[in-house]
């Protein structure tokens, strides 16, 4: 079992910069691919980033260049750092962790067994 606390969301101006942090609980982390998505109202949840392990990462095409992914398995914490942002990067923002050989394609929001309650940003114009 795996729980994930998210924080860090917060209201910023567009160009302005925010870092999420999400801390999970138990002991094989290091095994998990960590996630994060985000969902705006009245949308879909879509996939932003992930972590596969401490070198490999895959971005949106939305975030690639502005947001980074990276993790800290000593600590259990997977970060978002999200600069440059824009007012349609308004969404809540969650992380999430699955198993490496059940996430397969990181968009695949199924292959994610644990899921935070998630953390507002909001970018204003």
């Known amino acids: 079992q795996v729980q994930l606390v998210e924080s860090g969301g917060g209201l910023v101006q567009a160009g302005g910069s925010l870092r999420l942090s999400c801390a999970a609980s138990?002991?094989?982390?290091?095994?998990?691919?960590m996630g994060w998505f985000r969902q705006a109202p009245g949308k879909e949840r879509e996939f932003v980033a992930i972590s596969w392990d401490s070198v490999n990462t895959n971005y949106a095409d939305s975030v690639k260049g502005r947001f980074t992914i990276s993790r800290d398995n000593a600590k259990n914490m997977v970060y978002l750092q999200m600069n440059s942002l824009k007012p349609e990067d308004t969404a809540v923002y969650y992380c999430?962790?699955?198993?490496?050989?059940?996430?397969?394609?990181?968009?695949?929001?199924?292959?994610?067994?644990?899921w935070g309650q998630g953390t507002q940003v909001t970018v204003s114009s």
């Open positions: 999430a962790a699955g198993r490496k050989f059940k996430v397969v394609v990181a968009e695949y929001i199924p292959g994610y067994d644990y």
């Open positions: 138990g002991r094989t982390f290091s095994s998990y691919a």
